[in-house]
């Protein structure tokens, strides 16, 4: 079996070339370019696997994603509030309190 170091590059018959990130008699851990990170025990993946002698692939620089600008619900709830209270007030709907009328309770 291959001794395979951190770092080292290797190609998998099912997964493609990767990057050994973390490597024991028991696990091997190995970061694919087009699969990602997968875990293997070793033993079993060993016949899967041959060193490959190409060049580490640069790293992705991960960009920062701007946070999508969100109203607090308190707003939107305040908005709504106003939106119905304005069209309430321009109906005919409204019930002054001197029209109200005490129900007979017998």
Do not use: C, W
């Amino acid at each position: 079996m291959a001794n395979y170091s951190q770092g080292a590059q290797v190609e998998h018959n099912k997964f493609g070339l990767g990057t050994v990130m973390s490597a024991s008699d028991e696990r091997i851990v190995i970061r694919f370019d087009d699969h990602g990170e997968k875990k293997f025990v070793t033993t079993m993946v060993a016949a899967s696997l041959k060193k490959s002698d190409r060049q580490p692939p640069a790293e992705k620089r991960g960009g920062k994603r701007k946070a999508k600008a969100v109203a607090p619900v308190a707003a939107v709830i305040e908005a709504d509030i106003a939106v119905d209270l304005d069209a309430a007030l321009e109906s005919d709907d409204i019930v002054e309190a001197d029209d109200v009328v005490e129900p007979d309770v017998e």
